[in-house]
């Protein structure tokens, strides 16, 4: 009943170190946004406290209550623990670990062990991070933490050095795509689709299942970057325009927008090297063989090249306006 989707070889080490009892105070589970970390740490929480003799059954009490958000003993915390107050918290502060603390160390209350999940272990505040720090320092009994993060480098080292690395590695579309169809029911084409637009993270292709408006959302961006390919000077500058107003409320969606740019062009050059059938937007295939006959393969080599360096000028604090124009101004030809 481990619920990630295995390609890596985590599950039986895992099922082994709890099987024998020897488990580390504490695991780091490293892995990109929507990789199945929480799924992951959540099925260990499982695995620890099951009635079963085949450990997690997935439905007996505790797997149920675990599953459902309501076991006593299994804790997560993150950044949305702050969201009660009137400044949105940044970060994961010292308070929170206290609290874990005090709880870590009263005996479980219903199950075996007690599990401290946080989510974002690099939004850990170093005051909050040193506390957890001693915590982790002096290990106690049925007690155990999982650390999950996106950004391994942003964790104080210290803490790193205490915790077992679990790493989730993106898993091929085919893997996804087969788990759609057999667990969800989605319908093949569907499934297809989502598989590869998830990257790799199965977590982002059933958040899609589930919310229509994901994909909504993509197309409508889709439409609008195409249009922008086919503008003249004006339009793509007042792109940029907009796009710098936007990198600076949310820098997120203006990366995600960029990555919508990459995956285009990068299916462009699939075309070209005639690998039509390795695309992303499956669903353009058609759109992407016609543009991809207005250029050549190079002219396609050296924009994806400018999208890359784009996306890294933003992350170093670029100006957004400048960055964003200079690549409206590098896009090949207008002949579409
Ligand atoms: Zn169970």
């Known amino acids: 009943?481990?619920?990630?989707?295995?390609?890596?070889?985590?599950?039986?080490?895992?099922?082994?170190?709890?099987?024998?009892?020897?488990?580390?105070?504490?695991?780091?589970?490293?892995?990109?946004?929507?990789?199945?970390?929480?799924?992951?740490?959540?099925?260990?929480?499982?695995?620890?406290?099951?009635?079963?003799?085949?450990r997690p059954c997935g439905s007996c009490m505790s797997c149920s209550r675990i599953a459902a958000g309501k076991h006593a003993d299994i804790q997560i915390i993150g950044l949305a623990d702050g969201s009660t107050r009137e400044n949105k918290s940044k970060e994961i502060g010292i308070e929170q670990i206290r609290d874990i603390q005090h709880s870590a160390a009263l005996p479980p209350f219903e199950g075996k062990y007690k599990v401290f999940i946080i989510d974002g272990a690099e939004q850990l505040s170093n005051e909050a991070a040193n506390c957890l720090l001693k915590t982790l320092e002096e290990p106690a009994e049925k007690v155990i933490y999982l650390l999950l993060t996106v950004n391994e480098q942003a964790v104080l080292p210290t803490v790193i050095s205490r915790c077992q690395r679990l790493e989730l590695n993106p898993m091929p579309a085919a893997a996804i795509e087969k788990s759609l169809l057999e667990h969800r029911h989605v319908e093949p084409e569907k499934a297809i689709l989502l598989a590869r637009l998830s990257h790799g993270c199965p977590g982002w292709a059933i958040n899609a299942t589930e919310d229509e408006a994901i994909l909504e959302e993509r197309s409508e961006r889709l439409e609008k970057i195409r249009g922008v390919m086919r503008s003249g000077f004006d339009e793509r500058f007042a792109y940029a325009a907009q796009m710098a107003t936007q990198f600076n409320q949310n820098r997120r969606t203006v990366q995600d927008e960029l990555g919508l740019w990459l995956d285009w062009w990068h299916d462009l050059l699939l075309v070209k090297a005639g690998s039509a059938d390795s695309i992303t937007n499956v669903d353009f295939t058609n759109d992407l063989i016609k543009m991809a006959e207005n250029y050549d393969i190079?002219?396609?080599?050296?924009?994806?090249?400018?999208?890359?360096?784009?996306?890294?000028?933003?992350?170093?604090?670029?100006?957004?306006?400048?960055?964003?124009?200079?690549?409206?101004?590098?896009?090949?030809?207008?002949?579409?």
Request: contains cysteine; charged residues 15%.
């Open 1 to 54: 009943m481990w619920q990630i989707i295995e390609s890596t070889g985590l599950v039986p080490l895992l099922q082994n170190s709890i099987k024998h009892g020897r488990l580390p105070n504490a695991y780091l589970l490293v892995g990109p946004a929507h990789i199945g970390k929480m799924t992951l740490a959540l099925n260990i929480a499982q695995a620890l406290n099951c009635e079963a003799a085949d």
């Open 298 to 336: 190079s002219q396609i080599r050296v924009f994806i090249s400018r999208l890359q360096e784009t996306a890294g000028q933003l992350q170093m604090n670029a100006s957004p306006r400048l960055v964003l124009e200079v690549l409206m101004l590098n896009i090949p030809g207008r002949n579409i």
